[in-house]
Antibody, heavy 117, light 112 residues
Framework: QITLKESGPTLVKPTQTLTLTCTFS??????????VGWIRQPPGKALEWLAL???????RYSPSLKSRLTITKDTSKNQVVLTMTNMDPVDTATYYC?????????WGQGTLVTVSS | NFMLTQPHSVSESPGKTVTISCTRS????????VQWYQQRPGSSPTTVIY?????PSGVPDRFSGSIDSSSNSASLTISGLKTEDEADYYC???????????FGGGTKLTVL
């Protein structure tokens, strides 16, 4: 059974760096073809893909946010970490991590991050 | 880069059939698989269609997906509508030119 869970701060101040952790079980991120991605959703708005890391440490980023994002993995801990710098109120959203083997077939419950001073 | 455009909302009565479209702005819709996700209020998205027309186990066969190269669009069709189908639906594909995942803007389905 594949499960994923996001964790991190619920409130960050503008200009701060956000660090989110995705802790997963039921699969290994060292298995060929497997990836873990991050997707966010501002309140009442659409899904937006942010980043994805593959089993071989290949990394992909949304072009519009690439300069602010870093994705890493710790295979031994079954974790993927996303950092986003220079947070702004428009970054207020629910952040999801999801398992990917071509499509996002398993999603975490999401974590709401509010950016406010 | 391409965009996926969906209608903002659709509504239909229980028992009827509804189709939600997803139009790709550039490049062929057939170039990359299209997925469809259902998101009920307060919940995470779940896959209802993957690889254009495949249903995950547990998804009823009332849900079907297709692509149409002439309109460069994908469609999600839900037949025998139930009130539990009321949700937001998102299409998603992959932009292989820049190795990015693209989501549509979502369609709110109301079953009334």
């Amino acid at each position: 059974q594949i499960t994923l869970k996001e964790s991190g701060p619920t409130l960050v101040k503008p200009t701060q760096t956000l660090t989110l952790t995705c802790t997963f079980s039921g699969f290994s991120l060292s298995t060929s073809g497997v990836g873990v991605g991050w997707i966010r959703q501002p309140p009442g708005k659409a899904l937006e893909w942010l980043a994805l890391i593959y089993w071989d440490d290949d990394k992909r980023y949304s072009p519009s946010l690439k300069s602010r994002l870093t994705i890493t993995k710790d295979t031994s801990k079954n974790q993927v970490v996303l950092t986003m710098t220079n947070m702004d109120p428009v970054d207020t959203a629910t952040y999801y991590c999801a398992h990917n083997t071509g499509n996002f077939d398993y999603w975490g419950q999401g974590t709401l991050v509010t950016v406010s001073s | 880069n391409f965009m996926l455009t969906q209608p903002h909302s659709v509504s239909e009565s229980p028992g009827k059939t509804v189709t939600i479209s997803c139009t790709r702005s550039s490049g062929s819709i057939a170039s990359n698989y299209v997925q469809w996700y259902q998101q009920r209020p307060g919940s995470s998205p779940t896959t209802v269609i993957y690889e254009d027309n495949q249903r995950p186990s547990g998804v009823p066969d009332r849900f079907s997906g297709s692509i149409d190269s002439s309109s460069n669009s994908a469609s999600l069709t839900i037949s025998g509508l139930k009130t539990e189908d009321e949700a937001d639906y998102y299409c998603q594909s992959y932009d292989s030119s820049i190795s990015n995942w693209v989501f549509g803007g979502g369609t709110k389905l109301t079953v009334l």
